[in-house]
């Protein structure tokens, strides 16, 4: 069946422009994870969601990042003013249930964005 | 705010070879999980060891969980190119119910 999609694959923004980030799990996933990584770095959480409710928002950078999923299924990243330091791929991952991390995660090919 | 660390930070073998990284983290955990990150397939889960564990195995892959030692290690047999990736180990951390990636060992191996 399908993976994990985020869209769009490849993002450069100008220096205080918003943008956002999809991402489609695998149906029927209950959890979804957002994570950041930088060049050279391990991926590092962001925030997740059980459904539609986001039980953890605690790894999102500064108020200028917002995820949502309302129905449940999609979410969206949104970074709001870009600034240079927000360079970085994206990477969504879903998993099955709502045991949060005591089962496999399956990741999105992510999205790298470029702040100029 | 990575808790694993990996080692090597890189790695170079010939085809053939076994290949072994190293993770360690800091506080305690309900399991350990290895991943690998390469172009082609983005980042794909390897295995999942659970706190209680001490080995597990899966094809040509070997992991071992230390808890006194706070580490864990991945040993690939038989390396092939495709193996060529980066490897990293999460950590989910048990009381604060946090999951953090380590910074990664990058494998090379040449055909």
């Known amino acids: 069946g399908a993976g994990v999609s985020q869209s769009p694959r490849y993002k450069v923004a100008k220096r205080g422009q918003d943008v956002a980030l999809r991402c489609d799990p695998i149906?029927?996933?209950?959890?979804l994870f957002w994570y950041q990584q930088a060049l050279g770095q391990g991926p590092e959480f962001l925030t997740y969601?059980?459904?539609?409710?986001?039980?953890?928002k605690s790894g999102l950078p500064s108020d200028r990042f917002f995820a949502e999923r309302p129905e449940g299924s999609v979410s969206t990243l949104k970074i709001q003013r870009t600034q240079q330091e927000d360079s970085a791929v994206y990477l969504c991952?879903?998993?099955?249930?709502?045991?949060?991390?005591?089962?496999?995660?399956?990741f999105g090919p992510g999205t790298r964005l470029l702040v100029l | 705010s990575q808790q694993g660390e990996e080692d090597p930070q890189a790695l170079s073998i010939q085809e053939g070879e076994n290949a072994t990284m190293n993770c360690s983290y800091k506080?305690?955990?309900?399991?350990l999980q290895w991943y690998r990150q390469n172009s082609g397939r983005g980042l794909v889960h390897l295995i999942l060891?659970?706190?209680?564990?001490r080995e597990k195995h899966s094809g040509r892959l070997r992991v071992t969980l230390d808890t006194s030692k706070k580490s864990s290690s991945l040993l690939i047999t038989a390396s092939r190119a495709a193996d060529t990736a980066s490897y990293f180990c999460?950590?989910?951390?048990?009381?604060?119910?946090?999951?953090?990636f380590g910074s990664g060992t990058k494998l090379n191996v040449k055909p």
């Open positions: 969601f059980q459904n539609e409710a986001q039980l953890d």
């Open positions: 506080t305690s955990i309900n399991n």
């Open positions: 991952a879903s998993s099955p249930g709502g045991g949060i991390y005591q089962e496999t995660q399956y």
């Open positions: 999460a950590t989910d951390e048990k009381h604060f119910n946090k999951f953090y």
């Open positions: 149906s029927g996933h209950v959890s």
């Open positions: 060891i659970r706190s209680n564990e």
